[in-house]
Nanobody, 124 residues
Framework: QVQLVESGGGLVLPGGSLTLSCAAS????????MGWFRQAPGKEREFVAA????????YTKDIVKGRFTISRDNGKNTMYLQMNSLEPADTAVYYC?????????????????WGQGTQVTVSS
């Protein structure tokens, strides 16, 4: 199994930016799809973006497309989520995940390894 640790969350003003990081270790994960999910209070966990670890191809949810960018650094075994023009509706716990599913498979069940989450709060 892959071990995942998120960092980079915090409090940011509306319109601000944050970059989340996800450090991966454990089993060889270069065959994996890596993803970001988020869960707002009282809501279900939802897909945000995914990247093929070996291909670098990405898939981003429409609601954040143009504002959020997913990327990875193979040498550092780290995935990133650059978030710009943040809105209060982006407030959530953000989770990184790894799985064997297709890049466009946004279901939680497609991922079998999860980080502990990092809180992002967008508020004035």
């Amino acid at each position: 199994q892959v071990q995942l640790v998120e960092s980079g969350g915090g409090l940011v003003l509306p319109g601000g930016s944050l970059t989340l990081s996800c450090a991966a270790s454990g089993r060889t994960f270069n065959r994996y799809t890596m993803g970001w999910f988020r869960q707002a209070p009282g809501k279900e966990r939802e897909f945000v973006a995914a990247i093929g670890w070996s291909t670098g191809k990405t898939y981003t949810k429409d609601i954040v497309k143009g504002r959020f960018t997913i990327s990875r650094d193979n040498g550092k075994n780290t995935m990133y989520l650059q978030m710009n023009s943040l809105e209060p509706a982006d407030t959530a716990v953000y989770y990184c995940a790894a799985g064997n599913g297709a890049l466009w498979d946004t279901e939680i069940g497609a991922y079998d390894s999860w980080g502990q989450g990092t809180q992002v709060t967008v508020s004035s």
